[in-house]
């Protein structure tokens, strides 16, 4: 391992606790930066922000509008249209939910969503709804072609940027263009695809797009949404309180508009979580992404490698790195995917993820397998002694060792 790998692994303290990570996709580990900013909140400052009017909120504020400005910077995009959430399933929902849907209209999405940006959608059906669903090829990828022909007379196209449960990266860009062409709105689950990608959503313009910080090398429990034009013009919030308004009076309210997310973060916010992500998406801008994400290729190359040459393994979704993010799933003959996991953890010290990771639809309606598969996903801070646990271990449950 090179001096800088090295430099960069000493960036996530928890990788001296032990073992092999390899679940990354359900939780980036979070880097020494945004815990320090984290501590940092509660030890110094310690208030709320915003109508504060002595040195210290005032300062509070301020570190969370540089927060801001930092996340939206990741992705490409203003601060003002950028609204912290809980997380990327909540800032779905705050979509499904905030639009006034008229009886009949019409929303499309896929078969490969996570629940979060499945759920939602196929709830509107209660509210009188049609909700369409595309099936992806057996590779994983959405035609864009094909999207545009269901997206039709649709009110909006909901998608994922990349597969949380197969890797897959959908060609967002064309996605968007399709069924912007065809008159709808556009979201996009960017959970996955904003951990892997340094994506310019600013230039593909969707008209939401949601991802989470516990994703990006910062703390649980927060996470954002970028609102475009379009989309701010017709979404209600979801939920109304203090900081939310302008005025209120018995007789009724009148929301904020000024800065454009003001609406939507009512109540006292998760202060030392929006600094947190700040830190790491400030650090995440600070990397050389493409060596980066280069090495975390030739890492997945071997994992790939490696699985399709044990005879007893079977992987789901594309069999080569380019086009994925460095998330595999698999399944090893005679084994189901929880006992696959108890044994990697218990006896190999690897931890990975078991069964359909929140996409029931994708496992039993295109690979036939409703207790799902094993997922091993990767990131910058794996190494190739990672892979060679792994890819040793399954040898060994092979074998019937």
Same mark, same amino acid.
């Given at each position: 391992m090179t001096d800088s790998a090295n430099t960069f692994r000493d960036c996530f303290p928890s990788l001296n606790s032990g073992g092999v990570y390899l679940d990354?996709?359900?939780?980036?580990?979070?880097?020494k930066s945004a815990l320090e900013s984290m501590d940092n909140y509660y030890s110094c400052f310690d208030v709320n922000i915003d109508r504060g009017i002595y040195r210290r909120s005032i300062d509070a504020s301020i570190r969370v509008d540089e927060a801001r400005s930092e996340v939206a910077a990741m992705i490409g995009v203003s601060p003002e249209r950028l609204v912290f959430l809980p997380s990327t399933t909540w800032a779905i929902n705050t979509v499904a939910n905030g639009i006034p849907w008229r009886n009949g209209d019409r929303v499309v999405t896929t078969a490969l969503e996570h629940h979060s940006n499945f759920l939602p959608w196929i709830n509107l059906r209660r509210r009188g709804v049609e909700v369409d669903v595309i099936r992806p090829d057996s590779r994983g990828y959405i035609d864009p072609t094909e999207a545009a022909v269901v997206a039709r007379n649709a009110r909006l196209?909901?998608?994922?940027?990349? *597969?949380?449960?197969?890797? =897959? #990266?959908?060609?967002?860009?064309?996605?968007? $263009?399709?069924?912007?062409?065809?008159?709808?709105?556009?979201?996009i689950d960017g959970a996955q695809g904003a951990s892997h990608e340094c994506t310019d959503i600013g230039e593909i313009d969707p008209d939401a797009y949601a991802?989470?910080?516990?994703?990006?090398?910062?703390?649980?429990?927060?996470?954002?949404?970028?609102?475009?034009?379009?989309?701010?013009?017709?979404?209600?919030?979801?939920?109304?309180?203090?900081?939310?308004?302008?005025?209120? *009076?018995?007789?009724?309210? =009148? #929301?904020?508009?000024?800065?454009?997310?003001? $609406?939507?973060?009512?109540?006292?916010?998760?202060?030392?979580?929006?600094?947190?992500?700040?830190?790491?998406?400030?650090?995440?801008?600070?990397?050389?992404?493409?060596?980066?994400?280069?090495?975390?290729?030739?890492?997945?190359?071997?994992?790939?490698?490696?699985?399709?040459?044990?005879p007893s393994v079977k992987v789901y979704g594309p069999g080569e790195a380019a086009g994925k993010t460095p998330v595999v799933s698999f399944r090893v003959d005679g084994y189901t995917p929880h006992s696959i996991g108890s044994i990697l953890c218990q006896n190999h010290g690897i931890m990975v993820r078991s069964g359909h990771h929140c996409a029931p639809t994708l496992w039993r309606d295109i690979y036939g397998r409703p207790e799902g598969a094993v997922r091993a996903s990767l990131h910058a801070y794996n190494t190739k002694d990672d892979v060679k646990r792994l890819l040793l271990a399954l040898e060994c449950l092979g074998r019937g060792r």
């Open positions: 990354s996709a359900a939780k980036t580990l979070t880097c196209v909901a998608f994922t940027h990349a *597969s949380n449960a197969i890797g =897959t #990266l959908q060609d967002i860009g064309a996605l968007t $263009r399709e069924a912007r062409n065809a008159g709808a709105l556009v979201v991802f989470s910080g516990h994703k990006c090398f910062g703390p649980a429990g927060i996470g954002a949404l970028y609102l475009s034009e379009r989309m701010l013009a017709v979404l209600e919030p979801m939920v109304l309180g203090g900081g939310s308004a302008e005025d209120s *009076s018995p007789g009724g309210y =009148t #929301l904020k508009n000024d800065p454009p997310w003001a $609406r939507f973060e009512p109540g006292t916010p998760n202060i030392p979580g929006m600094i947190g992500f700040g830190a790491a998406a400030s650090f995440r801008q600070s990397l050389d992404w493409h060596e980066l994400t280069e090495g975390t290729s030739l890492l997945l190359t071997c994992l790939l490698e490696g699985l399709n040459s044990i």
